[in-house]
Structure formats: structure tokens, C-alpha cells
């Protein structure tokens, strides 16, 4: 019999774990991603860049961290020799073309509007459609188009289209006589490149994520007082000075089961409904025992950086921040090294920007929006079919199974679009469930209990992170979504040995090596 032939669009993290998944089922994976390497938003990153979770909780299952990484938080030239080590150890490489950019993927099969069921059989044996993704050699310009038996989309959200403000017309980066640029362009420089970009200049960011407080701190480290980097921001969000709250690891107070309990859940029963209305007391105080802690650590308060909502909120949504060295970044601003503008919007002139709520005005040489991606626009443009698009994108949330099948589009998935506190934990686990798919171990249920499932998570999203709902996160229910998981592939849901151990101890990558 012949192997399956899979396309997989991306190098990164998902990439290569569908890869690895993909030939452990004894598949044919082929994998194209435009840039030159592997490991996608590490491969072009900040100097400053660390991971943000302990390494302990982002790892592969069966590859750990080799004992020479000391730190808990590693540099993103770690990060890139883990993915390359891991790559060589499985064997990805030949697998792997770089410098090979999708243009599009069309389907050529039957219309699948109609089916009651995934891919009209709810599974992959005797699918009668192919998959054809053209694939531009950036090197020569030559054109191929390969055919393919399964599609696994892995383009990640957090590169590659930027998100940029709107401005009224002859209020924008076009009549700014400096240079406004999207932070993708700043961390495709080399460090010498970025330090000198920025030396002895006047910086804004727009923006205070991860990304935002990286270039900042670096502008700061390089310019000092003479010349301060502004951050402008629009809302505060909750600061970890470090992992452990009150000497409390914070993976026992979000990373285990009964944590879970505590919470409303999609597809709950009574019994888990009424302990999470009983219990959410509990919730909302260990959210303020967290809080708590971070205020006594950082000046917030001084410097009007308190958050107007919960921690717990930040975590569910994955918008924590871990802060490494934070004393740094707070004498930065208290030397004014780094100055903090809060703002719902602003405006450009030839030499400086212009807060709209105060009239305040800002010199600037520079202007980098850290205002994130649109990953959901690239997810949509890869297919040929504006049809299969706008299932994509169609709502404010890409609408997935399992956060990886569409119900209305067969021999496909997406793996890495969905967050969570650890991403490589849980693509992962995504990539063991859609290779289980792919050969035939289980059967998706009809598009109808599939599009339920997808509503009871829009609600699950909705009512616990709100406004955010968009971002799909499952962070802080990864306990809960892996069992989803685990109960479809036929493994045992209860990870360690014993009840108190289930209930209480922490779960990671490595509780989810074997499948017992």
C-alpha cells in the first residue's frame, strides 16, 4: 500500500512535531517553509528574547531539555539549537524544504457543503480528493505544484502579517519624515544591524507585549536618558516577576487538575458545573493571592501599571507576562531611560506623534508597532478557494475541532493557531491526535456534534476571557482539552500513578510521553 502523501505548510514548533508524528505512522511528510531554517518566530527574534515558561513545562515529550541548559528560562539561541538538535534526532531534515514559499492550496474533490460527516466518511480511509500546493522556490522563482493526500497547516499566528493601526487619512506613518516599522522588521535585523538602527535615536513602540518590553528595554540599554524609548500602550496586563508566587510554584496553582475544577468547562456535566459554582470563591482568591504577590514585588502602583482586571483573566487568555530581571526595566523608567504613555489612539506628524485623549506630544525618530499579527488573514489567503477562506475567517474566532479540523473542510488541519501557557506541549498532543486521525484510529464525529463542540468552546472562551475570546486560547485548561484528546485516541486520560498525584501534582510534556 502505498504512503499517504502529506504537505506540511510551516518549520516551526508544530511543524516539526506533525513531521516527527507524521513518519512515526510510517507517512511520507514533506515539509516547505519559506524562511532558510527551521523554528520559525525563533528563528528571527530579539537578542533579549528568552523563553516565557519555565523549560520544564516547553519541551518535547520524548526529547528533554539536555542537561547543559542550565537556565529555567533559555535564550532564543538555545530555543534554536533545542528545535535543530530535536529535528536531527528524529531525522526532519530531509524531509524538510526551506526557501519554499505556499503560494496556495486548492482542493480537487468532491463539494463538501453538503456532508453529514468529515470528509463525507468521518475519517481518511478511501478519501476520493487531493490536495494541490504550489510551492515557489524563493531561491530560483520556479513554480511546482505538488499533490498531496492530507494538508497540516502549521503557519503559526505570530509572524508574518503584521498587524498595523488605521489612522485617518494624512494622520498616518506616511507623513512622518522617520521610520515606522512593523517589530517583524526590527527582529529580522542581526543585533549589530538592530543596536545601530536605533542608537542615538528617539524610539516609540506601540505596543507593550512581550515583543513591546523586549525592544524597549534593549532601546533603553543602548541609549539611556539622552535619548528614551516611549512605550504606548493601551491597557496594562499582569507582570510575573518570576514563577513562583509567594514561594508557591505557579504550576500548582494553574497547571493541575483540581485547579481545573475550579472553573466552568466546555461540556461539563452537572457533577463539574456545581464544583465549579461552589468552588469559584477559591478561584477568585487564589487569582488574588497571585495578584497580590506580583504588587508587593513590582511598583505598579507607582508607575499606574496595575492591571483593571483579574490575573486569572491574563492567564486564560495567555497574555501573562513574565518580566526576567524587572528591577532593570523599573530603573529604566524611573531614570526615564523608558517613559509609559497610556493611550487608546494616536496621531502622526513629521517628527513626533500626538496623543489624541491629552494632546500629548511625543519626539520620535522611530516608530516600531509591537501590535502582533493576523494570523487568521494568513490562515485564510492560503487557500485557493475563497469558500474554504471564509470558513476560516468567516468569525471572530477560527472555528476548529479539537482546535484543528474544520468541519467543512476535508483532508486538512491546522496545528498551532490555538494558544495555550505552553505551546510546544500542546501542539504536540495535537500532532499525535491528527496523525491518529490520518490513519484511520478514530472517527470524527457528524459536522453537526462537531459544530456544537466548537460552540460550547466559543461560549467557554466568551464568558472567561471575554473580549479575547478571539485569541482561542485553552491556557490554564490544558488538563481538560488534552483528555478531549486522549479520549479519542483511546488513552488513558489519568496521566500519573494515583489519585492524589492526578489531582494535585502539576502536568507537563513529559506526563504525556507514552500512551498507556
Not at 301 to 312: I, L, N, T
Amino acid at each position: 500500500m502505498d504512503k499517504k502523501q502529506v504537505v506540511i505548510v510551516g518549520a516551526g514548533i508544530s511543524g516539526l512535531l506533525a513531521c516527527r508524528y507524521c513518519l512515526s505512522k510510517g507517512f511520507n511528510p514533506t515539509v516547505f517553509d519559506f524562511e532558510s531554517g527551521i523554528g520559525g518566530v525563533w528563528a528571527k527574534t530579539i537578542k533579549t528574547t528568552r523563553l516565557q515558561a519555565p523549560k520544564d513545562l516547553y519541551q518535547f515529550s520524548d526529547f528533554p531539555w539536555p542537561d547543559s541548559v542550565v537556565d529555567v528560562f533559555p535564550t532564543h539561541q538555545q530555543m534554536l539549537e533545542y528545535f535543530h538538535s530535536y529535528a536531527t534526532r528524529f531525522d526532519l531534515m530531509p524531509h524538510i524544504k526551506p526557501q519554499s514559499r505556499v503560494s496556495s492550496i486548492s482542493y480537487d474533490g468532491p463539494s463538501s457543503q453538503a456532508w453529514s460527516l468529515w470528509n463525507g466518511i468521518g475519517k481518511m480511509s478511501s478519501s476520493k480528493g487531493k490536495w494541490n500546493v504550489t510551492v515557489t522556490d524563493t531561491r530560483t522563482a520556479n513554480t511546482q505544484v505538488y499533490i498531496a493526500d492530507f494538508v497540516i497547516l502549521c503557519l503559526g499566528r505570530f509572524k508574518d502579517v503584521p498587524n498595523m493601526p488605521k489612522f485617518p487619512v494624512g494622520k498616518g506613518p506616511e507623513i512622518f519624515q522617520g521610520k515606522a516599522i512593523h517589530s517583524m522588521e526590527y527582529a529580522a535585523m542581526d543585533d549589530d544591524k538592530a543596536e545601530a538602527f536605533v542608537k542615538g535615536k528617539k524610539v516609540v513602540v506601540v505596543g507593550f507585549g512581550k515583543t513591546g518590553l523586549d525592544i524597549a528595554r534593549e532601546c533603553a540599554s543602548i541609549n539611556g536618558p539622552e535619548h528614551p524609548c516611549t512605550i504606548v500602550y493601551r491597557r496594562d496586563h499582569w507582570k510575573l516577576p518570576d514563577w513562583a508566587p509567594w514561594g508557591i510554584p505557579l504550576t500548582y496553582l494553574y497547571f493541575n487538575r483540581f485547579s481545573e475544577l475550579l472553573v466552568h468547562k466546555p461540556g461539563e456535566g452537572f457533577v463539574l458545573n456545581l464544583l465549579a459554582t461552589l468552588l469559584s470563591p477559591l478561584r477568585w482568591g487564589v487569582s488574588k493571592i497571585v495578584e497580590s504577590y506580583i504588587k508587593n514585588k513590582l511598583p505598579l502602583a507607582k508607575f499606574d501599571m496595575v492591571p483593571q482586571h483579574s490575573f486569572e483573566k491574563d492567564t486564560r487568555s495567555c497574555l501573562i507576562l513574565y518580566m526576567p530581571e524587572p528591577n532593570n526595566f523599573f530603573d529604566a523608567v524611573e531614570e526615564k531611560s523608558i517613559k509609559l504613555k497610556k493611550s487608546q489612539s494616536f496621531c502622526f506628524y513629521e517628527n513626533r506623534i500626538s496623543i489624541d485623549e491629552d494632546n500629548t506630544q511625543i519626539e520620535a525618530d522611530i516608530v516600531i508597532f509591537a501590535t502582533g499579527f493576523k494570523g487568521e488573514k494568513k490562515l485564510k489567503n492560503i487557500f485557493g478557494s475563497s469558500t474554504f477562506g471564509d470558513f476560516i475567517a468567516g468569525s471572530p474566532r477560527v472555528p476548529l475541532y479539537r482546535e484543528c479540523i474544520h468541519p467543512h473542510i476535508p483532508q486538512l488541519a491546522v496545528i498551532g493557531y490555538s494558544e495555550s501557557l505552553s505551546n510546544i506541549y500542546i501542539s504536540e498532543m495535537r500532532a499525535k491526535w491528527v496523525t491518529a486521525l490520518l490513519e484511520g484510529a478514530f472517527k470524527l464525529p457528524s459536522v453537526n456534534e462537531m459544530e456544537k463542540d466548537i460552540a460550547r468552546w466559543d461560549e467557554y472562551m466568551k464568558q472567561s476571557i471575554e473580549e479575547y475570546h478571539y485569541r482561542s486560547s485553552v491556557g490554564a485548561l490544558e488538563i481538560w482539552y488534552n483528555d478531549q484528546l486522549c479520549k479519542d485516541m483511546g488513552m488513558n486520560q489519568l496521566r500519573k500513578n494515583g489519585l492524589f498525584a492526578n489531582l494535585f501534582e502539576p502536568h507537563g510534556p513529559l506526563d504525556y510521553v507514552k500512551v498507556p
